[in-house]
Structure formats: C-alpha cells, structure tokens
C-alpha cells in the first residue's frame, strides 16, 4: 500500500471522527478547533474520489495486523484501519531518528534541544535597571519601564547575586544548593535591600491586626504558646505582647505571608513571570536565644529561596533518599544516628550560614533543617517556595492515560487479547531466570517485550505527541486556578475595570492583557471557557472560580486579545467569523469588566470620553465612522 494511499484514508477518517466529535482529549484549543472546521469545510469536496480507494486498501490492512499465532520473527510494520489515531486538530511534528548517528547530526540534536530548555536573557532594557533595589524593580511600570517577563527575572538576579542567572539555571536550579553571601561592597548594597522587603515593624503591624487560625494562618513553637496553640483563634495581639518578653525563648511563623503583607505579594506575584509557577511564602522571625524550630530533616516538594531579612540562621542541607507519592516527595528513613549527627541517614550535609542579606537556594528533593547560630540576635528570614505541578512526571500523567485510552477504542493491537500461555513466561519469577549462560531467559518472554517495544509503544507514542498541546493547556488552566492575583499600580487601576468598570469599548478602542498569560481558555461541552487570576484570593483556593463562557464563533477574538502583550490591539481588527463590529466590541467589553485588560489608547481612557460627549462625538464618532 503506498504512503499516499495511506495519508489520504488518514485524513478522510480522521474528518469524519471530528464531524462524530471524537478527540483525543476534552480540551483543545480555540484555535485549533477553528482550524479544524475550516480545514473540514475545505476539503469536504475532497471526499468521494478517496472513498474507493480506500475501499480496496481496507482488506489488505486487516492482514497486515500482527497475531501471536504466527512467528514472532515476522516482519509486520502494516496498519490496520483502527490503527489511524483520532481526529488531530492541529499539525503535530514527529521526531524522528536519523538514519546514520553522524556528529553533525547529534550537534544538530543537542542544539535543538538546547534551544528547547533556553532561558530567556536579559535585554538592554533590563540591564540598564540591574542597579535598582528590589523595591524600585517592583515599583517599575508595566510595558511602559520594563515587561513582566523581564522585571521577573531582573528579580532572581538580585536575589541570588553575584550568580549570574543563566549560570544558576544550568548549574543550580533543580540540581544543587547555592549560597549567595553578600560579602562585596555591591553586595552590601543587595543585602540592604532585601532587608526592606519584611522590616519588623511590619511584622508587628500584621500581628496587631488580625486573629490567625493555628496551622493555617501561623504556628507558634515554645512553651510561652502553648495555651495558645490548642485555641480555635489565635489573637495576634496576645501573640506580639508574650513575643516582645525579654525572657522568652519562641518563634512564630506565619505562613502565606503574602495575605498579609503587600510588599511580600508583590515580589511572589512578579516572580512567579519567572517561574511559570505558583510562588507561596512564609516568614519565620525568632526571638533572640531561640535555637531553631526544626530538629529533624525535612523534604518538601517544591524549590525553595531563603532570603535572610534580619539576624542571622544556619542551614544542613543534605541528600535524602526520597521517591515520589502522589506528586509529593516524602522521607524516606531520614532519622538520626545514634550520634546525633544524621549523616548516615541524609548522607553527605553542607551547612551554611546565612548573614542579614543573604540567600540561600535549596532544590526540591534535598533535605534540609534550619539551626540558629547566633542566639542573641533575632532571627527573620523569608521563604518562597515554587516550581510545584510542572515537571515532566505531571505532563505525562495526563497524556499517557489520555492516549492509552483513546488506542483502547481505536486500535485493533490495544484491544488484542493477550497470549493464552503469557502467564507460563512472563511475570517477577521469570524475569528471574536470565543468567549469564541464558541472558534472555525464557525466549517466549523475550519476543513478547520486543513485540510490545515495535508494535505498542510506537502507537502510544504517536498519540501521546498529537495530544501533547491540548494536555499543555490544561496545565495553563491549573496555573491559572493557583497564581496570585495580580497588584495593580495607581496608573494601572485607572486604565482597568478595577478603578475604570464603567468604561464603555468602542472598535477604536486599543487594550492590551494586564500581564502575559494571567488568563486561559479550553473548550468544554461545546463552548469556549476562560479562566483568569484576577478574582484569586492571596491563599491558595480561597475564591471558587467564575469562568465566562463564549460560543465558538468568539474563539479567534479572544485568543487574539490574550496575546496582546506588550503591544495592544484595536477592537476593529479582532478576528470574528461574522466580521460583524458588533460582535467583536461585545467579546472586547465582557473580557474587560473581568480585570485583565488594560486600555491603552488616550482617547478610550476615563476623562476621555466625557470629553467627547461634550463636544458632540467630534472625536470619537469621527473615528468609529472611519472604522465602519
């Protein structure tokens, strides 16, 4: 059967399995499903000449499919019709490898791989600000100083300097520990910075005005909180008056700090640009004498900076033996010795000691415990955790289950019975008997994996590549339910529904997103659903989503708009099915009332357009007569 033959009953098929509705996954893009339709619509004429060749090649690709009555030792690569994977909605580009393994051709591989996992550099624009404090970063304008992308990672390099960030991302990140020691006079000026970002009289401030629920909100450590602890509520005043105590010995920490403490929202909120990751935070502070809260080893899933605010803390960090359970790395026999050293249960530990200013980066997996070393000072530091939900394992966890299940339905192989006899030579007791004089064992076993390497595995990988995007998609969506809600500036609040609701979008109007990829869509039960951060509570899951629905028609409009960053688009040139004006400035009004655009255009903003009522529409009816 010849490859063309091949493709064009691929593509009559796979046509018809989109008229049926039956996708790979439940959620592909908007714009895929629009190219989908468009695609269905141009080459229905296509057709009826396919359906009789297709027709003779059906037979001859039933006796291609492989069974285990015949030799093992047979060549088989044919197709069946079920074999065809479901509809693609989108162009997918195989890998595949070359055909003599050259030098060039693996200099090519690693460069093209390299440039997959690239971090984005800094721009001039950016390292022209490398001299800012933290703060100053922050309080930078949006597009019109520096992007989100580039603010983000002009924060990292502060915070972990002198390292250069492209040095930390391929030596460090996810690999080894680094302490950045702010022992130069340009890293004084860091470490000062960092100091402002949680002074204590904020501290103080938090706890004089709110009432903390234990576990939750904060956790209180030595014997002075112990009628505190077992409450329902814990009162922050009572907390701050037993604290300031000059004989006693406690901690407190107070974890999601962001909730409570707008600088520390601001600096998670902007990093998480960097990261592509929720940015969770903790502020410990110890009062002088107090050696340590934690004695024993921990493991935590997730990547952690300490940013040492006040005082000074010392750290073990060590390489327990851990393994992965539902998506959290847990310990795994991490006690002490009888010596009380730990080293034979974490293996090898380092220890640092971080200086007011200093910063300490500790990858997840690692194990770790904080110690005080100078017991008359107060010790104060921060600790921001991400890069949660996104590693490799996550990704695949959604497409292997997706893709096994639609060849379940689809291929003749995947609902193959297996080998009568499969049991008689395969299993733990016969993987047992390969020994040196028999490396394969029993011979059965060993052409039964080959056949699953060159028959199965190939089918699953296909289908895990087709539905790769859609899989990615929903993982933009779970960020999008987690992420912080963005702070907005002055400047920006009157610019966005936040400060601006009764903003009325005219075709003119030119808006662009509020911050790059804080808004999503997905298709679900035949409509477009988009889901945004803005109405995220400062705590993980604190607000219940309210995702808008659109028809389908309105999907290119709203892609378009959640790619409008930096640059703003005009309402007049969204893409719409209808090209009907009317249909594009209802799109453009609904996403703007949810808070995640900005109007850009002078003529739109408030003040604006009073202006142009007074004077009768001169301006604004001018131009929205020109659009039309």
């Not at 098929?13 to 996954?25: C, I, S």
């Not at 005043?237 to 004989?247: A, I, R």
């Not at 080893?297 to 605010?309: A, E, G, P, R």
Request: aromatic residues 6%; charged residues 30%; glycine residues 4%.
């Amino acid at each position: 059967m010849s490859s063309r033959a091949t493709l064009r009953k691929r593509k009559r098929q796979a046509k018809q399995m989109a008229k049926q509705g039956r996708t790979p996954v439940k959620l592909p893009s908007a714009a895929m499903l629009m190219k989908a339709r468009r695609r269905d619509s141009d080459d229905s004429d296509d057709d009826s000449d396919e359906e009789s060749d297709d027709e003779e090649e059906e037979e001859e690709e039933d006796n291609e499919m492989p069974r285990f009555s015949r030799s093992m030792h047979d060549s088989d690569d044919g197709l069946s019709d079920d074999d065809v994977l479901p509809a693609k909605k989108a162009k997918v580009t195989k890998f595949t490898k070359p055909t003599k393994k050259t030098e060039s051709n693996a200099s090519k591989q690693s460069n093209g791989i390299d440039e997959v996992f690239s971090v984005p550099k800094l721009d001039s624009s950016a390292v022209s600000k490398i001299d800012l404090s933290i703060s100053s970063i922050l309080d930078l304008d949006d597009v019109d100083d520096i992007t989100a992308d580039q603010k983000a990672a002009l924060i990292l390099s502060k915070i972990i300097f002198p390292t250069d960030r492209t040095l930390f991302y391929q030596l460090y990140w996810e690999q080894n520990p680094l302490h950045s020691s702010r022992s130069s006079q340009e890293g004084e000026a860091v470490s000062a910075t960092i100091g402002k970002l949680f002074p204590m009289k904020e501290f103080k401030r938090i706890l004089k005005e709110h009432v903390f629920v234990p576990n939750e909100d904060i956790i209180l450590y030595g014997k002075s909180f112990q009628t505190l602890q077992n409450q329902a509520s814990i009162d922050g005043p009572s907390v701050l008056k037993t604290f300031l105590k000059s004989d006693v010995k406690c901690g407190i920490r107070l974890l999601e700090t962001q909730k409570w403490c707008t600088n520390v929202w601001r600096l998670a909120s902007a990093l998480e640009f960097e990261f592509q990751s929720r940015v969770s935070s903790q502020i410990t502070v110890q009062s002088p004498e107090f050696l340590g809260l934690d004695k024993d080893f921990t493991v935590v899933d997730h990547d952690q900076f300490v940013l040492q605010l006040e005082g000074s803390s010392g750290w073990d960090i060590g390489e327990a033996k851990t393994h992965i359970t539902d998506h959290i790395v847990v310990e795994d026999e991490i006690d002490e010795d009888n010596d009380g050293t730990g080293k034979s249960a974490v293996g090898k530990t380092s220890s640092y000691f971080l200086a007011t200013g200093d910063s300490l980066y500790i990858p997840k997996g690692r194990s770790f415990r904080q110690t005080s070393l100078h017991p008359t000072d107060t010790n104060v530091y921060l600790v921001l955790g991400t890069n949660r939900n996104r590693a490799m394992h996550d990704l695949m966890s959604l497409v292997v289950p997706q893709a096994i299940g639609n060849l379940a339905v689809e291929s003749k192989k995947m609902r193959q019975a297996l080998p009568l006899t499969l049991t008689h030579y395969t299993g733990v007791a016969s993987s047992e008997t390969e020994t040196e004089e028999n490396p394969l064992g029993d011979k059965r076993r060993h052409l039964f994996l080959q056949y699953l390497e060159k028959h199965i595995m190939p089918l699953i990988t296909e289908q895990v590549l087709d539905i790769v995007d859609p899989a990615v998609d929903q993982m933009s969506k779970s960020f999008v339910m987690e992420r912080l809600p963005v702070p907005l500036s002055t400047k920006e609040e009157k610019s966005t529904a936040a400060g601006f609701s009764e903003a009325v979008i005219f075709p003119y109007t030119q808006l662009r997103m509020l911050r790059p990829g804080i808004a999503t869509v997905a298709v679900e039960d035949g409509k477009i659903v988009l889901y945004h951060c803005m109405d995220n509570a400062r705590v993980l899951f604190g607000n219940d989503m309210s995702p808008l629905e659109f028809d389908l028609d309105d999907g290119p409009a709203i892609e378009t708009l959640l790619k409008a960053y930096p640059n703003a688009v005009m309402i007049s040139d969204l893409p719409h099915p209808s090209e009907d004006m009317e249909d594009k400035v209802g799109v453009a009004q609904a996403l703007f009332k949810e808070g995640f655009l900005v109007i850009v255009d002078e003529t739109s903003k408030p003040g604006q357009a009073d202006s142009d009522d007074d004077d009768n529409d001169n301006d604004g009816s001018g131009k929205l007569d020109s659009l039309l």
